[in-house]
T-cell receptor, first 121, second 114 residues
Framework: NAGVTQTPKFRILKIGQSMTLQCAQDMNHNYMYWYRQDPGMGLKLIYYSVGAGITDKGEVPNGYNVSRSTTEDFPLRLELAAPSQTSVYFC????????????????????FGPGTRLTVL | AQKITQTQPGMFVQEKEAVTLDCTYDTSDPSYGLFWYKQPSSGEMIFLIYQGSYDQQNATEGRYSLNFQKARKSANLVISASQLGDSAMYFCAMRDVNAGKSTFGDGTTLTVKP
């Protein structure tokens, strides 16, 4: 298994340009996530998906869009790049059974991709 | 809303000694998961250990253990017998079991001295 893969590894954009960050997983995970990590900070959730066709906003969704047409892929779209979007972007996935009430060990662990370092100038 | 607080921006430990990295959390959900991740200078996020809110025993994974005190809402990471390769940023995270959202702390940078 390749796990979670992200492309590209690095990208420099000009203000106002758009691009799509690609994320794919081959672990048949139902949940997928996009985070951004600013220098010296923790990860902030941008969007997440609980399955194909279902997405929801996280903590910092403005300026981004996502889609989930397949279980494997979860691309993140930046429409009008701004310097504030300079960050490292991580994609992650996890597998959750339909659990209510009690947490089940090892089914909620998120596995991360290697990250995409994006600079907007 | 969930919140994770890591109060130690940086920590130093002597090689082969134990170190505790602090994490406190806040949530109104009765069911949640707590995680620790390691981020070395290369940038990848490495899962270390997980604790479920209903687990009776503290989680352990090799040299890592999680000191879970539910009433105090703390989930400290203990690393025993520190190694030079343990030098990295460490993140505490909480997961809403039902909604699927995760919240990360701002991290603690651990430096292991030879």
């Amino acid at each position: 298994n390749a796990g979670v893969t992200q492309t590209p590894k690095f990208r420099i954009l000009k203000i106002g340009q758009s691009m799509t960050l690609q994320c794919a997983q081959d672990m048949n995970h139902n949940y997928m996530y996009w985070y951004r990590q600013d220098p010296g900070m923790g990860l902030k959730l941008i969007y997440y998906s609980v399955g194909a066709g279902i997405t929801d906003k996280g903590e910092v969704p403005n300026g981004y869009n996502v889609s989930r047409s397949t279980t494997e892929d979860f691309p993140l779209r930046l429409e009008l790049a701004a310097p504030s979007q300079t960050s490292v972007y991580f994609c992650a996935s996890s597998y959750r059974r339909g659990v209510t009430g009690r947490s089940t060990n090892s089914t909620d662990t998120q596995y991360f991709g290697p990250g995409t370092r994006l600079t907007v100038l | 809303a969930q919140k994770i607080t890591q109060t130690q921006p940086g920590m130093f430990v002597q090689e082969k000694e134990a170190v505790t990295l602090d994490c406190t959390y806040d949530t109104s959900d009765p069911s949640y998961g707590l995680f620790w991740y390691k981020q070395p200078s290369s940038g990848e996020m490495i899962f270390l250990i997980y604790q479920g809110s209903y687990d009776q025993q503290n989680a352990t994974e090799g040299r890592y253990s999680l000191n879970f005190q539910k009433a105090r809402k703390s989930a400290n990471l203990v690393i025993s017998a520190s190694q030079l390769g343990d030098s990295a940023m460490y993140f505490c995270a909480m997961r809403d079991v039902n909604a699927g959202k995760s919240t990360f702390g701002d991290g603690t940078t651990l430096t292991v001295k030879p």
